[in-house]
């Protein structure tokens, strides 16, 4: 599984901008305030100690402190030439990161850092999805339109899986690499989410 920012994905390891975290990284990494803070990053931009003790309903300190864990393994930055000394900017670093590292998942303690940072992650996708269900798509006045939530199942070898997979992560990469830094009234980030993958035997 790969993260790129607002779009994250499972079929980047073959691009050459793609970091894949090592098991320091990755343990670092697994830790939902840690997962949060840096997901916010990348959705939603550079954000300081105290922006994200509003966004996430804890005090600065403890942001701050996971900040700088993060800053350690390379996972966030300071932002260059924005702040002060007391209100320092963070952002995620620009390119894509994979979370499954063979290397990693060969030990018991990768596999568990790998398992804990991909909970994490999928659990805050899907809260975003339903909370956007609840107060959209739910809404008399939303705009259900905006978004597509659809599923399928279709019987497919691995090589037209492998083609439908980089078809439409074609489509994705070209999206993401004309909006990335776009801005201007109206615009607002946009997770853009696929799960391609083969079906498990029911019962199992």
């Known amino acids: 599984m790969t993260d790129e920012v607002n779009a994250p994905d499972a079929t980047h390891e073959a691009r050459q901008d793609v970091r894949m975290l090592d098991t320091s990284a990755l343990k670092a990494l697994a830790h939902p305030l840690r997962v949060r ?5 990348s959705q939603f931009g550079p954000q300081t100690a105290s922006s994200l003790a509003e966004m996430t309903g804890e005090s600065s300190g403890a942001t701050s402190y996971h900040l700088r864990a993060l800053a350690k ?12 000394a007391r209100e320092r900017w963070w952002e995620r670093p620009r390119g894509g990161i994979s ?3 063979p290397e990693a ?50 019987r497919m070898t691995v090589e037209q899986t492998v083609e439908l997979i980089s078809g439409i992560q074609k489509l ?26 083969p079906l498990p035997e029911e019962g199992h």
């Open 172 to 197: 994705i990469d070209a999206a993401v690499d004309k909006y990335r830094d776009q801005t201007g009234e109206g615009v607002r980030p946009i997770s853009i989410r696929t799960d391609i993958f």
């Open 99 to 101: 979370f499954t590292n």
């Open 37 to 41: 803070i840096y997901d916010i990053l």
């Open 73 to 84: 393994h390379d996972l966030i930055r300071e932002v260059d030439d924005r702040g002060t």
């Open 105 to 154: 998942m060969k030990t018991p303690s990768g596999k568990a850092a790998t398992q804990a940072v991909m909970t994490e992650f999928l659990n805050r996708r899907h809260q975003q999805l339903m909370r956007y269900l609840s107060e959209t798509i739910l809404d008399p006045e939303g705009h259900e339109d905006e978004a597509a939530i659809s599923t399928a199942t279709a």
